[in-house]
């Protein structure tokens, strides 16, 4: 915890969130002895806690939201790269065709 610093409301969020990983398993009496040593209310902590366990879950549903749009933009790429395969294989087969069509061409006036 910060030294020197006796107001809780002015810790880092770092600092907060040290005492709230330090705090998780502790029962209601290790708690409160806890929280006199280190001169924090156990309100204080547990609004922290709060706040920790809304942040994660925020992430968490941003975290769905960005990969669900990632696989949407993925799928239509996709589908771009197979258009764009099949049209090349299309041109491919008509410059095949066209030179046939004209080797056949030359071959005719040969002879």
Excluded: H
Excluded at 2 to 10: D, T
Excluded at 28 to 49: I, S, T
């Amino acid at each position: 915890m910060p030294a020197g610093s006796g107001v809780a409301e002015g810790w880092s969020a770092s600092d907060k969130f040290g005492v709230v990983v330090e705090t998780a398993g502790m029962s209601e009496a290790e708690l409160a002895e806890y929280c006199r040593k280190k001169g924090v209310f156990v309100e204080q902590v547990r609004a922290w806690r709060q706040a920790c366990e809304s942040g994660i879950a925020a992430g968490v549903a941003e975290g769905g939201l960005a990969l669900r749009e990632e696989r949407k933009r993925n799928r239509r790429l996709q589908k771009e790269l197979q258009r764009k395969e099949r049209a090349l294989a299309e041109a491919a087969a008509l410059l095949v065709l066209s030179r046939k069509l004209e080797a056949f061409r030359t071959e005719g006036e040969d002879a």
